[in-house]
């Protein structure tokens, strides 16, 4: 898995779960869903993403997410 699949998944993964404790435990979690949502905007708009940079260096492989 590279580095691109891994923020899609992990982003992805992380939103839905936000919004399953925002249903069912606490509205509060809905901030989680936000934070994901601004740090998404601000690696687009940077082209710097926390995440991806972790995973490089912990060695996961660079590539493109839809090769």
């Known amino acids: 898995m590279t580095v691109d699949r891994t923020v899609h998944l992990m982003a ?6 936000s919004i399953a404790l925002a249903h ?4 509060a979690w809905i901030w ?3 934070f994901v ?4 905007a601000q690696s687009g708009v940077t082209g710097f993403c926390p995440l991806a940079f972790m ?3 912990a060695g996961v492989k660079e590539g493109s997410c839809c090769s």
């Open 12 to 17: 992805g993964l992380v939103v839905l779960i």
């Open 24 to 27: 069912y435990s606490d509205p």
């Open 32 to 34: 989680l869903t936000a």
């Open 37 to 40: 949502g601004v740090n998404l």
């Open 55 to 57: 995973l490089k260096k």
